[in-house]
């Protein structure tokens, strides 16, 4: 089967998904979480298969981390999905009620966005996510792994098709796209895909928005801001900088930049650099910062660099507005955090922070579909569209007005003896 008949078998069955009942659904996410279970060795071994060929390849390390599927990633998938079924469906969620007149009743209800393309990069889970997340919402998926994972990835995809089709999810519902050559011709298919989800660079998501004419939900780099205020407690500071840096340096939301404020950083920088040091951390600083601690200098182009590694950027600044401007000049509009004490700072820099996730007094790491309670994510989206953040179910969501009458027409309600619309509010409840 080529890409365009892959999207259009979909784009055919997407209309039998978004009927399939949350009951059913939850069926085929715990049907997936079984087979990944009980095929777990052979997952590992073309995990095992991957990653030899990526380390021949000399994939770079953070790459490398990200391709690992062991069985600790196994039970992660798998605890996904179990927090999935237990979120209720979203398909046929009434959004609002309206009484336009007697008899005549306007609803606004929830429904799948149809046929999502989503390319990624080399972290198999993702692939388990965005699956159970689309099944879940009710969207048929077309997947684009990266080429390091092909193995893992081409298992994964065997098995959640088997497994939902067994539950008696329409066939047809996901496809797994393989080569470069496959992502171009998907890019074509505007009649049959409703939305792209290119997770990369702001140059990979760029270049999909300029050779496609399907819309584009995109997600770009995460350089992610940790701003220690005047007013922060700085043992707490240590700690959330730490976390957010280093708990897993190869993701979009790890820490890239370290911001503090003059005030403090004589106390806090010899301290968190002798924390960097204890965990192979190469810092980079602002003059200002060398002045205080011996670190390798930072140059401009790190300050726009997502580094996904154990390096991270310091800079000084002599105020809150200062962090301000650097986090809206130089960030990504992802995940930015600010460490205080004093409760109008904080609501200062999250007023004005121009970015998707803005955080007190917590890691960056928390940037996340799962420890948001969405169940999962496809992204996490930049942009200022329906979506924004960790893109969960309620992003793979988009409505459908519908309007109950009996007999109504436009022409009573015109010309000299028009009716009046009552435009009342109801109750919400399902439409019948």
């Known amino acids: 089967m080529n890409i365009r008949q892959m999207a259009m078998k979909a784009k055919t069955v997407s209309p039998q998904l978004a009927a399939v009942n949350g009951e059913q659904k939850n069926e085929a996410l715990a049907a997936i979480a079984e087979a990944l279970v009980r095929h777990q060795d052979e997952i590992l071994a073309a995990n095992q298969a991957d990653l030899r060929s990526a380390e021949h390849d000399n994939l770079p390390a953070p790459l490398l981390k990200r391709l690992k599927f062991d069985p600790a990633k196994i039970q992660e998938a798998i605890e996904g999905l179990k927090s999935l079924q237990q979120l209720p469906n979203p398909v046929g969620t009434v959004l609002s009620g309206m009484e336009l007149d007697k008899g005549l009743e306007l609803f606004k209800v929830s429904c799948p966005i149809g046929v999502v393309g989503v390319i990624f990069e080399s972290r198999p889970d993702a692939l388990v996510q965005i699956s159970s997340l689309c099944l879940k919402s009710g969207n048929a998926v077309l997947l684009k792994g990266g080429t390091e994972a092909s193995r893992t990835n081409k298992v994964l995809a065997k098995l959640i098709d088997r497994a939902t089709c067994k539950a008696g999810i329409p066939e ?77 340096v190869a993701v979009c939301n790890a820490a890239e930049t370290l911001l503090v404020h003059q ?36 140059v401009k182009a790190d300050w726009r660099t997502e580094y996904l590694d154990t390096i991270i950027s310091i800079k000084i600044v002599d105020s809150l507005a200062q962090a301000i401007e650097h986090i809206n000049r130089y960030g990504s509009g992802h995940t930015d955090a600010i460490v205080t004490r004093d409760a109008g700072r904080a609501e200062t820099f999250m007023n004005r922070v121009d970015s998707a996730d803005v955080f007190l007094n917590c890691s960056t790491r928390f940037s996340d579909g799962y420890r948001f309670g969405l169940g999962a994510e496809v992204g996490i989206s930049t942009n200022k569209i329906h979506a924004r953040g960790p893109v969960g179910m309620e992003g793979l969501m988009i409505y459908q007005w519908r309007l109950m009458g009996n007999g109504h027409v436009v022409s009573d309600y015109s010309g000299p003896r028009a009716k009046l619309f009552t435009h009342r509010p109801l109750k919400l409840s399902s439409p019948s």
């Not at 939900?217 to 959330?240: F, N, P, T």
């Not at 403090?264 to 924390?275: N, Q, Y």
Request: a negative charge.
């Open 172 to 248: 047809g519902w996901i496809g797994l796209l393989e080569t470069r050559a496959d992502v171009q011709e998907m890019l074509k298919q505007d009649s049959f895909i409703d939305l792209i989800i290119p997770r990369g660079s702001n140059a990979f998501v760029g270049y999909i928005m300029d050779h496609s004419r399907i819309p584009v939900l995109g997600h770009a780099d995460g350089i992610c801001h940790v701003y220690v205020d005047k007013y922060a407690d700085l043992s707490m500071a240590e700690k959330i900088t730490l976390d957010s840096k280093c708990q897993y």
């Open 263 to 298: 005030d403090v950083a004589g106390a806090f920088l010899p301290k968190m650099k002798a924390v960097f040091d204890a965990h192979q951390v190469e810092q980079r600083g602002c003059e200002r910062t060398r002045d205080i601690v011996d670190v390798l200098p930072a």
